[in-house]
């Protein structure tokens, strides 16, 4: 073959393919590394003494206090989803057998302190990983700077020998964290090295200080013997000298007027050793990129603080996108190889703290009330709002994706225009449904008046409020074939959509203590209350109801079937009384807490939206109680809602609502 036959091609060898170098992708600058030869050719020379840096951040409370506070700052809580749901369980596993969260801690402050930090990945097969440490750790590389393996040397190296043992790892067998790496550099710089000079200085300032306050404690004296102008015996002086030895043991001297006894006067030196201190302190807390509160100081001005951390949460963003990069590049990704799979992987952190989740938080609510948004964004929006709430497990397959989303109001727009084409049926008349269902803020309260006298004058006269001995709702079988949405009955207003409804729910679900039902001792398990674990159980199943919108019949089996509930047993005058079999228990409590949860939901929505007013709905039929139907179009502050008094439920197996009123 001629050279033109070969013309425009590169060489490249097996080991270099199989570590990702593309043929188009060799650049033509080199990298000037400086080997260690010795016992072998280890890899490159690190540029500092990483066992000093190892020493200093040990022994040295703020360098130890800096890196913890990086290190923790940047970990914080993350979660790892991956496209493919076998992979994503297959991740989940290695996650928990390798225990990685338990390495990524040392593994994040070895890169922050060092620079440089190193997982070991040899394991890969049984899901072991471990962080070693990167003081006898080196990197061989190419003149191109493509890492051909990394070399352990084993003992001491001050004293390397012949005999000095060195363990080789492959390229994937390491992954390798660099924080602060200078441009083609083969090391991290870390945050203790580039500012040594600071911490001797602030290290020398405190050993000064401390011995000049040892000092001026102890009262040193200054003794002049003889006078002014004449020359004194030495001896005279050598004798005051030896006397001064006993000082300690003498309250009270007496001496002649030739000898004059005064203590040294060191000035202010605590206010010069702190003013020392803190300019150290401040000059260290620029070079790490640190707050000074973060590092302890207060007495700095809120607005300076306040700009320092939103830099040093800028500064944790950009080492989270390296530290993301290598935990899926050369961690995660490579274990799915292994198994073989291959699936897009999302890393997601948590944002920084509470005050950045409630500012983001309060946008996305702003921008959920423009009703000019489209279907898409908004599921986009709910879907963010719900992992920074903690509901993402609650909400998933409650909420549909972006593009499902724009399909569904693409169909809907569809369907609407479809039926604005049907001609009009003369003399139709809406249903009795569909007449109760009428928005009462379109109504004037003359009509709204009206509207009560007629639903009131529907309730038979023998309608009564529903007790716990009370049958007549639970007889009702249709109304147990009804999903949660249709039983809960809840009215959408503008702005607002059954998704908004539900997040609110399953947060209020999330966090309600059930205390209606929950027992607080020994003696309340025993009349029928529910313990803590029933509780537990309680609320698991009425999360799977809300987020799968199941049946009042569904949710009644599966608090049969799970919980093992007791007679609900009450005391009136000294005597037990069953009021509520255990068999029946199932059903009131599915009908009673969903209607509870659904409309203390609806009231923490309507609170955070600033809905100042909502009107109460009860469903009127012949099963309506007195003080639903009393209640049934009243109007109360939002924030004045109380279960029991104006806010449903009312009594048990309640179906009335609340509507929020818009202005």
Not at 270 to 298: M, N, R, W
Not at 411 to 424: G, T, Y
Not at 569 to 592: C, F, H, N, Q, Y
Request: charged share 30%; hydrophobic share 35%; net charge negative.
């Amino acid at each position: 073959m001629s050279e033109e036959d070969v013309k425009g091609y590169l060489a490249v060898s097996p080991e270099r393919m199989s570590q990702g170098v593309a043929l188009n992708s060799a650049f033509k600058s080199e990298v000037n590394d400086k080997p260690i030869k010795f016992p072998k050719e280890v890899g490159a020379e690190h540029p500092f003494d990483f066992e000093k840096v190892e020493q200093i951040t040990d022994n040295m409370g703020i360098a130890n206090a800096a890196v913890d506070k990086t290190t923790d700052s940047i970990i914080g809580d993350f979660t790892i989803k991956v496209n493919d749901s076998k992979a994503q369980k297959l991740l989940d596993q290695f996650i928990k057998d390798s225990n990685l969260l338990t390495h990524i801690r040392p593994w994040i402050k070895e890169g922050i302190s060092k620079g440089n930090g190193a997982m070991d990945l040899t394991d890969f097969k049984n899901s072991k990983i471990r962080t070693i440490n990167f003081n006898n750790l080196y990197v061989k590389r190419t003149r191109k700077g493509v890492v051909k393996e990394f070399n352990q040397v084993v003992g001491n190296t001050k004293t390397i020998s012949a005999q000095t043992k060195t363990i080789s790892f492959s390229p994937n067998q390491i992954a390798h964290l660099k924080i602060n790496a200078n441009p083609g550099a083969p090391y991290g710089m870390g945050i203790i090295w580039p500012n040594r000079r600071t911490l001797e200085h602030y290290s020398s300032a405190e050993i000064s200080g401390h011995k000049l306050q040892e000092r001026k404690a102890g009262a040193p004296m200054h003794v002049k013997v003889g006078i002014p102008g004449e020359s004194v015996n030495s001896a005279d002086v050598d004798a005051v000298n030896d006397k001064l030895k006993y000082m300690n043991n003498c309250t009270e001297w007496a001496t002649d007027a030739n000898v004059d006894i005064s203590v040294l006067d060191f000035g202010n030196i605590t206010e010069a050793s702190v003013s020392s201190a803190d300019h150290d302190v401040e000059q260290f807390a620029i070079g790490t990129q640190i707050p000074l509160v973060i590092l302890g100081k207060a007495n700095i001005p809120e607005g300076l603080a306040k700009t320092q951390l939103e830099a040093f949460q800028r500064y944790i963003h950009s080492i989270r996108i390296v530290i993301e990069e290598i935990i899926e590049d050369q961690i995660l990704k490579p274990f799915l190889e292994t198994q073989g799979l291959s699936a897009d992987i999302d890393f997601e952190w948590e944002l920084p703290g509470e005050e950045e989740k409630n500012k983001r938080i309060t946008s996305i609510n702003e921008i959920l009330k423009n009703p000019f948004i489209s279907e898409g964004f908004k599921a986009a929006l709910e879907m963010e709002l719900a992992v920074i709430l903690g509901l993402d497990e609650e909400v998933e397959g409650v909420i549909d994706s972006p593009e499902d989303a724009e399909k569904k109001a693409e169909e809907d727009r569809r369907k609407e225009e479809e039926e604005i084409k049907q001609p009009e049926v003369p003399g139709e008349k809406p249903t009795a449904k569909e007449e109760a269902e009428i928005n009462f803020d379109e109504k004037t309260d003359k009509e709204i008046e009206k509207m009560m006298e007629g639903a009131l004058q529907a309730v038979p006269e023998n309608s009564h409020t529903c007790t716990e001995e009370c049958s007549c709702n639970l007889s009702e079988e249709a109304s147990r074939d009804m999903t949660l949405a249709e039983y809960v009955n809840i009215t959408e207003i503008p702005g607002f959509n059954f998704t908004d409804y539900l997040i609110k729910i399953l947060q209020r679900l999330k966090t309600d203590k059930f205390s209606d039902l929950k027992a607080l001792t020994e003696r309340d398990i025993d009349l029928g209350l529910l313990s803590e674990s029933d509780v537990d159980k309680l609320r698991l199943v009425l999360k799977d109801g809300f987020q799968k919108n199941k049946t009042i019949r569904e949710i009644e089996k599966e608090i049969d079937t799970t919980i093992d509930l007791r007679d609900r047993i009450k005391i009136e005058d000294g005597v037990e009384k069953i009021t509520l079999s255990k068999e029946e228990r199932p059903l009131v409590i599915a009908r009673t807490e969903t209607v509870r949860l659904a409309n203390a939901g609806l009231k923490d929505l309507y609170q955070e939206n600033d809905v100042s007013t909502y009107r109460y709905l009860a469903a009127m039929d012949e099963r309506t109680s007195d003080i639903c139907a009393s209640l049934n179009g009243q109007v109360f502050l939002t924030k004045d809602g109380q279960p029991g008094v104006n806010m449903p439920p009312m009594h048990v197996n309640c179906r009335s609502t609340i509507v929020g009123l818009v202005e």
